[in-house]
C-alpha cells in the first residue's frame, strides 16, 4: 500500500511571529561580529585625510566595512601573484652568509600582560563550573524596580559624592544614576584592573558606562588611575586576592591564605583597603579555596564591614560561604551571574553576553564579570550602545544593592 505524503500544517501566526524574530535575531548578531571584527579599519579608513578620499563620495563610516575589506582583499591577492612571478623567474641560489635575526615582538594596539612583568596576574581569574548562576530567588523586589522615578543623565565624578551624615560609605561613594522603570538592568563589573594599565584605560575611555571597575589591590598608581575612571562616569570597587584551590596559580602579592592567623588576616584586608579611596564595595580575585572557609571568611567580610562597604562574591566555588557570612554579620553582598570572558573570544563572549541579556529580561537584573582583555573591550564598545538600543540598562553595581535592599535609588 502506497501512502500519500502528508501535507504540511500551515504555519499559525505565532510561529511565524517567532521565526521572523529569531531571523531578525540572527541577522542583528552578524551585524555585531561583522562590526567587531571590521570597526577598527573602518575607524582608521575615516580618519584617511580628505585629499586622499575620492571627490563625491560620502565616507560612511558604517558603508566603508566593505570597501576596506575589498581593498585588504585586492592588495593581499596581488602580493601573492608578484610573490609567485618573483620566486619562478630563475633557479633557487643556494644562500650565502645567512643571518638569523629575532624581530622584536609585534606592539598590538592591546597586548596581554607579560609573565614575566612584577605584579601581573597569572590568571585574570580561575576557571569555574559554573560560568553562568541563577539562583532561585529573585535578585529584586519587582515592585521597586518599576516604582515610578525620573531618568537622569549619568554624572561624570571627578571625586567620591558628597558624603552624607549616616549613610554607609558604599552609598556615599555610589554614582548618581537612576534607571528608568520597568528596563532590565545588567550590571558589567570589569575584574583586575589597574594592572594591565594600558587595557584598563582603554576599557574606562572607550566602553560607554556606567561600568563598575574594581581594581587589584597591588597594582600601582591607584589614586590618579581611579580618579581617571571616575572622571569617565565609572563605579570603582577594589579587587582582592584570596586563595584559589589550585596552589600552582598565581594570585599576586599579599594575598590571602586561609591557614593565616586572625590578625594577619586583618591585617592585610585593611591594607588592600586603604589603597585607594572612593570605592563601593569589595569582591574577590580568585578565592576558590578561601571563600569556602567559613571562620576566614568571617575575618575578612567583618573588616569590610566595619568600612561601611558592601561584598559581590565573584562566586568562583559553588560552596562559597560568603553569603551566609554576610547575612550573619549583616554585611550588604551581592553575587555574580555570569562570566562573560573566561575564554577571551569575540564569538564566545558574545555568546556570554546572549545569556547575560536573556537572564536579564527573565530576571529584571543580572551581574556579569568581565576582564580587561582584548576581545572583552572590543565586544563591548559595540555591544553596549546597541544593548541601550534594545530597552537593556547599564547600570554599576550600587544601584544592584539599593533595589535589593528595597532603598530608594537616588
Known amino acids: 500500500m502506497v501512502r500519500k505524503p502528508t501535507k504540511a500544517k500551515p504555519k499559525t501566526q505565532g510561529q511565524k511571529k517567532a521565526q521572523r524574530q529569531a531571523k531578525k535575531h540572527k541577522a542583528q548578531h552578524q551585524a555585531l561580529r561583522v562590526k567587531v571584527l571590521f570597526g577598527p579599519l ?21 558603508k566603508d566595512y566593505a570597501a576596506v575589506f575589498v581593498s585588504v582583499l585586492v592588495v593581499a591577492l596581488s602580493g601573492g601573484y608578484l610573490g609567485v612571478q618573483a620566486l619562478s623567474g630563475g633557479a633557487a641560489k643556494t644562500p650565502t652568509n645567512v643571518i638569523h635575526q629575532t624581530l622584536p615582538k609585534r606592539d598590538f594596539i592591546l597586548p596581554e600582560p607579560s609573565l614575566d612583568t612584577q605584579y601581573t596576574p597569572r590568571a585574570y581569574e580561575e576557571k569555574v563550573v559554573d560560568e553562568v548562576f541563577e539562583p532561585e530567588e529573585p535578585v529584586v523586589d519587582e515592585t521597586v524596580v518599576e516604582a515610578p522615578v525620573v531618568e537622569v543623565e549619568v554624572a561624570k565624578l571627578a571625586a567620591p559624592m558628597d558624603k552624607h551624615a549616616g549613610e554607609p560609605l558604599w552609598m556615599q561613594n555610589a554614582i548618581d544614576y537612576v534607571p528608568t522603570p520597568g528596563q532590565p538592568m ?77 590578625a594577619e588576616l586583618s591585617k592585610l584586608t585593611n591594607w588592600g583597603l586603604d589603597r585607594f579611596e572612593g570605592f563601593v564595595g569589595v569582591n574577590n580575585h580568585m ?94 564598545k559595540t555591544w553596549v550602545p546597541e544593548a541601550l538600543n534594545r530597552g537593556l540598562a547599564i547600570v554599576p553595581i550600587s544601584t544592584v544593592m539599593r533595589l535589593k535592599l528595597g532603598l530608594k535609588v537616588n
Do not use: C
Not at 575607524?43 to 558604517?62: C, N, Q, T, Y
Not at 589614586?223 to 565609572?234: E, K, L, N
Open 287 to 380: 578565592g576558590s579555596r578561601f571563600t569556602e572557609n567559613g571562620p576566614a571568611m568571617k575575618v575578612v567580610l567583618t573588616e569590610i564591614q566595619k568600612r561601611g562597604l558592601l561584598f559581590l562574591d565573584s562566586r568562583t566555588s559553588p560552596k562559597s560561604v560568603a553569603g551566609k557570612v554576610s547575612q550573619d554579620l549583616g554585611l550588604p553582598t551581592l553575587v555574580r551571574n555570569v562570566f562573560i570572558d573566561n575564554d577571551n573570544e569575540i564569538d564566545k563572549v558574545l555568546k556570554q553576553l546572549d545569556e547575560v541579556e536573556r537572564l536579564a529580561r527573565k530576571r529584571g537584573v543580572v551581574i556579569a564579570i568581565g576582564h580587561p582583555r582584548e576581545a572583552t573591550i572590543e565586544v563591548l
Open 42 to 62: 573602518a575607524r582608521a579608513w575615516a580618519k584617511v585625510p580628505a585629499s586622499f578620499r575620492l571627490p563625491g563620495l560620502k565616507h560612511d563610516i558604517e
Open 186 to 262: 545588567i550590571a558589567i563589573v570589569i575584574d583586575d584592573m589597574g594592572v594591565d594599565r594600558r587595557r584598563s584605560k582603554h576599557m574606562w575611555e572607550d566602553v560607554q558606562g556606567p561600568l563598575t571597575l574594581s581594581f587589584m589591590t597591588y597594582a600601582n598608581d591607584l589614586a590618579s588611575q581611579t580618579q581617571a575612571a571616575r572622571a569617565q562616569g565609572h563605579e570603582m570597587m577594589l579587587h582582592m586576592s584570596m586563595e584559589p584551590s589550585n596552589s600552582t596559580i598565581d594570585a599576586g602579592p599579599n594575598v590571602l591564605i586561609t591557614g593565616m592567623e586572625d
